[in-house]
Structures are given as C-alpha cells and as structure tokens.
C-alpha cells in the first residue's frame, strides 16, 4: 500500500479513494448506491484506467464497496453524514443512485418531496400569512425547469451513459432520471430502448468526418475506412458489441462509412464488393467486441490486462514447460511481441486482410491490383 511521506503528497488513486469516501461520509452514496464506474472515475478525475481500477481495488479491500453482478460496484455499508445523521434514502434502499450520488427525482405524495419542481405542501390558511410571509413567498424565484426533451437530446444523454458504464447500465429510467422527467415522457420521442439504442449506434456513425481529399487506390481507402471504425469503437466500446452481421439493423449513417470505405473498389461486381466490405467490416469489429470485455473485466477484477497477465504468469510458465505446445514455447517474450494487445492484433489482421484482397483481386482479373 502506498503512503505518503510528510513532503510528498498522496498518489493520484489515494486521493480519488478519500473522495469517495467522503462522499460516502456526507451521505450523498448510502448502502446499495452505485458508485464510480472506473470509465467514470478516468473522466471524472483524469486519470489512466490502471489508476481507476486501482481506486475501486483498494475500495474493495478496504470493505467499503462490493461487486455486484450486472449492477456494478456499489457501497457496502450504509454511509453516514459527517453531521452525525443517517443519510436519507428515496429509493428505499434497493434502487442504486447515479453515479454522481444522486437519485432518480420521485415523489410518493406521503411525505415532502426532494424534487425542487414540487415543494413541499403547507397547510396554513391564507389568513394566517403576514404580509412578510407572503412577500418573501411571491419574491421567490421560480425554480428551474427540466431542460426540453426532444429525440437527439434522448439520444446523446443515452450515448453519454453508455461510453461511461456500458450498454447494461443504460435504460429508459436512467436517463429519464437525467433529466428529471419520468420514464413515459422518454416514449414520446422514442418507442422503446431498443429503438434508443439502435438510433444512438447510428448517431455515433455520424460523427466520424470522412476524409476529404479521400484515398484514390481501393486498398488505401479501405484501409482508411477501417481504421475510422476502429477509432469509433474506441470511443464507443459498446457500439461493437451491439452491431451483428446476420441481423443487421437500418442505419443510415453507418451505410455511409462503409459506402465510402467501398467507393474505389470498382473492379468486383456488387456482390462480390458486399462480401469484401462485411469480411472487412467483420475484422474490425470481431476484435473492437473485446474492447467492452476488456473494461467489464477490469472492473470486476480489479485488474488491467497487464496485471491479469502477471497474476497468470507462473500458471502458464508450467503449462509451456510441458513440452505440449511447441508454438508457445518457441515465443521468448510476448510482452515484446505486443501479441495480445488488441491494437497489435487489429493492425496484424487488417494487414493480411488486405494482402489477401490484393491476391484475390489479381487471380480474378489475371494481372495486376488496381
């Protein structure tokens, strides 16, 4: 464990641990409520994964959080307010709470509501007002109102949600909560999450900037447009895991991407050029699939690719010892291969993809690529 000396001030990761921990303290997150996801945590504070996978790490060893399947880390004890209070719940403490320690606005109608859109009732007689007491009242401000709902303000609250926990955290209520509106009031935009979600994949297609002048040779411009769909899913993991070749959904702006990553493969006919496009397409989106893995098992491991690796080491030095596996044997160090690194493995295959399209295209035309 790390400690600072009296000159040297706290790691980076300690620093966001005792954050939390007042957060905790002062009651904003209570026993069940969800706490940072490590995507979170690195938006949130700026720092690496490793970093963040270490704040929740030493959480967990320090009995503070727990993992819970398909709900994320939350707190393990019931927080209570550096005023000597019990922190207040509305969720009735199943519901876990935002990430930023707030709960969805809601109100039961049996006691006074939170909601600053709804204060609390009084039961005076208008005759028992003084004039100060009804000046003071008329004077008040209006309270804020919801931002205006509309389908693309729908859509970006989603696709934040999503980059920051995963697609399983996302669903109608949390982003209503966003909001401060209820769930129904989402259906007026969209029909149903899985509208939502199909919608929001798309919106992430339109955001790439396809680029002008664009590669003249085929092999150039399709080795452009792969690389625009691997960054894209670098930003947006869950976008990879969402898209399926066999039941393919309407997207519009993702028909674009690929259109343009075809537009100088003249020389097939248009089957052919589908096939070559989805074998493509294929490539880069079967590895850009363990990019979203990789973040969900950090998060419930605790552990990066490289610690995991280490942790695993001495398993595998037995196993390749063996004499069994010849070809594991014969590599003296993976970490210097890069082997398993997912953007080692996208620019190996994405290489060889290409060298095969150069060979098919010359078998089919008898000469050389075009």
């Keep these: 464990m790390d400690h600072p000396t009296p000159t040297q001030p706290?790691?980076?990761?300690?620093?966001?641990?005792?954050?939390?921990?007042?957060?905790?303290?002062?009651?904003?997150?209570?026993?069940?409520?969800?706490?940072?996801s490590?995507?979170?945590?690195?938006?949130?504070?700026?720092?690496?994964?490793?970093?963040?996978?270490?704040?929740l790490t030493t959480l967990r060893?320090?009995?503070?959080?727990?993992?819970?399947?398909?709900?994320?880390?939350?707190?393990?004890?019931?927080?209570?307010?550096?005023?000597?209070?019990?922190?207040?719940?509305?969720?009735?403490?199943?519901?876990?709470?935002m990430d930023d320690g707030t709960a969805p606005r809601t109100h039961t109608g049996t006691g006074p509501s939170n909601d600053r859109r709804h204060p609390p009732a009084t039961h005076d007689h208008p005759s028992d007002r003084s004039p100060t007491h009804l000046s003071t009242h008329l004077s008040t401000p209006p309270s804020p109102q919801p931002p205006s709902l509309n389908r693309t303000r729908i859509i970006r609250a989603g696709i934040r949600i999503a980059d920051a926990e995963g697609l399983r955290a996302l669903s109608m209520r949390r982003i209503?909560?966003?909001?401060g509106v209820s769930s129904m009031a989402l259906y007026r935009h969209v029909a149903n999450k899985d509208e939502l979600v199909m919608l929001m994949a798309d919106a992430t297609f339109a955001d790439i900037e396809l680029p002008d002048p664009a590669p003249r040779h085929w092999r150039a411009r399709m080795e452009a447009g792969a690389r625009l769909q691997w960054k894209l899913y670098q930003r947006h993991p869950w976008v990879a895991q969402y898209l399926?070749?066999?039941?393919?959904?309407?997207?519009?702006?993702?028909?674009?991407?690929?259109?343009?990553?075809?537009g100088t493969v003249t020389q097939f006919d248009p089957l052919t050029?589908?096939?070559?496009?989805l074998t493509l397409v294929n490539h880069v989106r079967g590895t850009a699939v363990a990019l979203e893995e990789d973040l969900e098992a950090e998060q419930h491991t605790g552990m990066d690719q490289e610690q995991w690796m280490a942790s695993h080491e001495p398993e595998y030095e037995r196993i390749i010892g063996s004499g069994a596996f010849p070809m594991y044997a014969g590599i003296t160090d993976i970490d210097d291969a890069g082997m398993?690194?997912?953007?080692?493995?996208?620019?190996?295959g994405l290489a060889r993809l290409l060298d095969g399209f150069e060979l098919f295209n010359e078998g089919r035309k008898g000469g050389p690529a075009r």
């Design 244 to 262: 399926s070749l066999t039941r393919p959904q309407p997207m519009p702006h993702a028909m674009v991407v690929i259109e343009w990553t075809m």
């Design 176 to 179: 209503a909560a966003d909001f």
């Design 10 to 36: 706290p790691p980076p990761y300690r620093r966001i641990v005792a954050e939390i921990r007042r957060r905790i303290d002062r009651g904003e997150l209570t026993e069940g409520d969800r706490v940072p």
């Design 61 to 97: 060893q320090e009995g503070v959080v727990r993992a819970v399947p398909g709900v994320g880390t939350v707190v393990a004890a019931t927080g209570v307010r550096t005023d000597g209070g019990t922190a207040p719940r509305m969720d009735g403490g199943t519901a876990p709470r």
């Design 340 to 348: 398993l690194t997912l953007d080692a493995m996208f620019e190996f």
């Design 38 to 55: 490590t995507r979170r945590i690195t938006k949130e504070w700026g720092v690496a994964m490793a970093t963040a996978t270490k704040v």
């Design 273 to 277: 050029k589908l096939r070559l496009a």
